[in-house]
């Protein structure tokens, strides 16, 4: 199977704290991966190491065959990497509007995706010209990932997409990132097991900042023993 993404035996360090140390894995193309573990286990330092916004000092990172460890975040972005943080990071005082606007990479990215978007998300559209400030959680997190997908990306970096919000909310949230997923592979990473595990086809399990074991997600459900001892869920 062809991959869009392969962790080397990375190593990234926060000033003097080693919080990395060892983690392998590959995101075959077309799929979406979950990144499991525990809080503070080096999830979303992985996907910041894979991004270059916290370069590993040790192994490689290779994005659909080409290696990019060491290169500038925004350079490794611009390949067709789109991020989705875990706080949103959307801009508050601009519209939504404004804040799809600037994420365009070439000019006229937004208006070529726009159906696509607003067929996805169709809050956005009703609520195209309120600043980010008067979006609820739920939308702000649509915004989000509406952001990372104007310009193409083939690879998505999505972090915590349910954390904080209704069930209802999530269950539109996962039908967006199906949908998605037909377009682009994605990396996710997701605290809540159920939602991983109804999302993702295969999975990647970190536990103090080294990779523990990866397989297919439809194996890990039935995995009593592996989902207690690393991931404390029932």
Not at 21 to 34: D, H, L, M, Q, R
Not at 49 to 74: C, H, M, N, T, W
Not at 133 to 156: C, E, F, H, K, Y
């Amino acid at each position: 199977m062809e991959m869009m993404l392969e962790v080397q035996n990375i190593h990234t360090y926060i000033g003097q704290y080693h919080i990395l140390e060892g983690v392998n894995f590959s995101v075959p193309k077309g799929k979406i991966t979950a990144l499991l573990g525990r809080n503070g286990a080096g999830k979303t330092t992985t996907l910041k190491s894979v991004l270059g916004i916290r370069p590993p000092a040790q192994g490689k990172v290779i994005f659909d065959g080409r290696e990019i460890q060491g290169l500038r975040s925004f350079d490794i972005a611009a390949m067709g990497i789109g991020f989705v943080p875990e706080n949103r990071a959307i801009f508050r005082d601009l519209s939504v509007e404004e804040n799809l606007k600037i994420a365009e990479r070439q000019k006229g990215d937004l208006a070529r995706k726009q159906d696509m978007l607003f067929e996805l998300f169709p809050d956005l559209k009703r609520l195209i010209h309120l600043p980010g400030t008067n979006l609820s959680g739920g939308q702000q997190q649509m915004l989000a990932i509406a952001r990372a997908l104007v310009a193409d990306n083939r690879l998505l970096l999505i972090d915590e997409p349910s954390e904080g919000l209704a069930p209802v909310i999530i269950e539109q949230l996962m039908d967006a990132i199906r949908q998605l997923s037909a377009e682009s592979t994605v990396l996710l990473v997701e605290q809540n097991f159920i939602v991983a595990s109804r999302l993702a086809e295969d999975y990647v399990i970190i536990e103090e900042g080294r990779s523990v074991k990866t397989g297919k997600m439809a194996d890990l459900k039935d995995d009593k023993e592996t989902i207690s001892r690393y991931l404390g869920a029932g």
